[in-house]
């Protein structure tokens, strides 16, 4: 468990050893939602607030980089290396 985000009302969480699709977790005070990354869905019939939703989605490239760092084999978004040719 790695907390990546924190607020007032509640953190963002990323788990090493979870299960696929990519997906970040939500803790509040007494409770706990899994959102589906990159679309910010939460997953398993759960809502969330806007301020949450809006929260995820500024900090999105964030949330995203450290899933991809913490989960190397199943990244989020495809990584490309682009060669230039020199003249």
């Keep these: 468990l790695m907390k990546i985000l924190n607020t007032k009302n509640f953190t963002i969480h990323i788990y090493s050893d979870d299960h696929p699709p990519p997906h970040c ?3 509040f005070k007494d409770s706990e939602v899994s959102v ?3 679309l910010i869905i939460p997953r398993y019939g ?4 806007k301020d949450v939703k ?6 999105l490239e964030e949330i995203c980089d450290e ?3 913490m989960h ?4 989020l978004r495809t990584k490309t290396k682009t ?3 020199t003249k």
């Design 25 to 27: 977790h939500v803790r």
């Design 83 to 85: 060669k230039t040719k």
């Design 46 to 49: 759960a809502t969330i607030s």
């Design 67 to 69: 899933f991809d760092r």
């Design 36 to 38: 589906d990354l990159p």
């Design 72 to 75: 190397p084999l199943r990244n």
């Design 54 to 59: 809006d929260f995820i989605k500024q900090n």
